[in-house]
């Protein structure tokens, strides 16, 4: 079962998104902000970050960054509720954008392609 690391700092986000994605069959992880992020995803070895890109103390988009720098493999969905993010040049590191929704049927889908994609076969 594939583990997933939701990081976002809005709490109903991170139950909406663990609720559904253990319905789909997922174990599900979070983390409010950056904080030692990069500690929890060596401890924790998820198979994929849902990243939120705006958080009160942290820019996702400066975390992607440290995830890369780290992590090259481990994909990363940036989940937001803007979509002006894609300008920022720094978004492109990323395998996959969701635009914030409470129908998680695109999120769910871009998860199995990106885990698909990334599992070795």
Do not use: C, W
């Not at 069959?25 to 983390?31: D, M, R």
């Amino acid at each position: 079962m594939p583990k997933i690391l939701v990081v976002d700092d809005e709490e109903h986000i991170r139950l909406l998104y663990s609720e559904e994605l253990k319905e789909a069959g997922y174990e599900v992880i979070t983390a409010e902000n950056g904080n030692r992020l990069l500690e929890r995803i060596e401890e924790e070895k998820p198979a994929l970050i849902i990243l939120d890109i705006k958080m009160v103390d942290y820019n996702g988009l400066d975390i992607l960054q440290d995830i890369r720098n780290r992590f090259y493999d481990l994909p990363v969905i940036l989940s937001t509720a803007y979509d002006t993010f894609k300008e920022d040049m720094k978004s492109i590191a990323a395998d996959f954008y969701v635009v914030k929704s409470f129908d998680l049927t695109e999120l769910k889908k871009k998860i199995a392609t990106a885990l698909e994609t990334s599992l070795p076969s």
